[in-house]
């Protein structure tokens, strides 16, 4: 158990060390399948401030953050360019907090608004948030967003391996 813990870590650190960052993404999303067994507890994030993470290893998206620290790198970039700027910021789709996490990290007068759909990520993202004492800072709200009220269908996806597959 240790020594595959030692092996993960070594090598998130290895894959973070790879600059440029879209080189980075390019050379750990061939390394995915090499490694099914990572550890994704307490992942630290690129670009957010001191911010650690609680994932599924089995998810796509968490595991550009467990190799890389970031998801998707051009939003990454946009959404903390204007974070240090401040303001309030709406995440539709907060799956388990990067984004408003990593918001909330980068200004102190930050503040989000998390919707989240799905009952299986209200509890991560609770949990996210609260690990990084940011539940002053982050409002969870467990519905999906829409221009009007109601009630509608929604799907959990059919894969429990993957967190955002879910949708109407």
């Known amino acids: 158990f240790f020594t595959e813990i030692r092996l993960n870590i070594k090598l998130r650190m290895i894959t973070r060390l790879i600059y440029p960052l879209a080189l980075r993404a390019k050379i750990s999303y061939k390394l995915y399948n090499y490694f099914p067994d990572l550890y994704d507890k ?25 190799f890389n620290g ?25 799956n388990f907090g990067y984004f408003s996490c ?13 919707f989240e759909a799905s ?13 990084n004492g940011f539940a002053d800072k982050i ?3 467990p519905a999906a967003l829409s221009r009007s009220e109601g009630v509608i269908a929604f799907s959990r996806g059919g894969h429990a391996s993957q967190t955002g597959w879910g949708g109407l």
């Open 119 to 131: 009952p299986d990520n209200i509890a991560p993202l609770i949990n996210n948030v609260n690990k």
């Open 42 to 66: 307490d992942i630290r994030l690129a670009f957010g401030c001191k911010v650690k993470m609680d994932l599924i290893k089995t998810d796509l998206g968490h595991k550009s953050i467990i």
């Open 70 to 94: 970031f998801y998707e790198l051009a939003l990454t970039r946009r959404i903390t360019g204007l974070a240090k700027k401040g303001g309030l910021m709406i995440d539709a789709g907060a």
């Open 139 to 141: 409002k969870v709200v």
């Open 102 to 114: 990593l918001w909330a990290s980068l200004n102190n007068n930050n503040r989000v608004i998390a």
